[in-house]
């Protein structure tokens, strides 16, 4: 099993920045098994949608939306995951969720947090 913490999130205004982490915890079996850690996204009424991930081994995905905004980093020591996020629009207003992907053949395992409130308005 693994916990995942998400903090920072908060209210800004347009064209302001943001910064939020996850810290991942649990069992060392999976924590060594980690395959991506990411971001997702869920605006009201809207779909959960991905913003950015990042393997093991160091390969990443932007959402189009966020690429050149948006910059994912992680710390495999602390087993941490951060979301820089700058200039910062409306539309960018969500609930983040932390994601982590554990790959332990034959099986995967998919975990999430609890999520975190990102609210850009003037």
């Given at each position: 099993?693994?916990?995942?913490?998400?903090?920072?999130?908060?209210?800004?205004?347009?064209?302001?920045?943001?910064?939020?982490?996850?810290?991942?915890?649990?069992?060392?079996?999976?924590?060594?098994?980690i395959?991506?850690?990411?971001?997702?996204?869920q605006?009201p009424?809207?779909?959960?949608?991905?913003?950015?991930?990042?393997?093991?081994g160091?390969?990443?995905?932007?959402?189009n939306?966020?690429?050149?905004?948006f910059?994912?980093?992680?710390?495999?020591?602390?087993?941490?995951?951060?979301?820089?996020?700058?200039?910062?629009?409306p539309?960018?207003?969500?609930?983040?969720?932390?994601?982590?992907?554990?790959?332990?053949?034959?099986?995967?395992?998919?975990?999430?947090?609890?999520?975190?409130?990102?609210?850009?308005?003037?």
């Amino acid at each position: 099993q693994v916990d995942l913490v998400e903090s920072g999130g908060g209210l800004v205004q347009p064209g302001e920045s943001l910064r939020v982490s996850c810290a991942a915890s649990g069992s060392n079996s999976m924590l060594s098994n980690i395959y991506s850690m990411g971001w997702y996204r869920q605006a009201p009424g809207m779909s959960r949608e991905l913003v950015a991930r990042m393997m093991t081994g160091g390969n990443t995905y932007y959402a189009n939306s966020v690429s050149g905004r948006f910059t994912i980093s992680r710390d495999d020591a602390k087993n941490t995951v951060d979301l820089q996020m700058n200039s910062l629009k409306p539309e960018d207003t969500a609930v983040y969720y932390c994601n982590l992907d554990v790959v332990r053949p034959p099986r995967t395992y998919d975990f999430w947090g609890q999520g975190i409130q990102v609210t850009v308005a003037s």
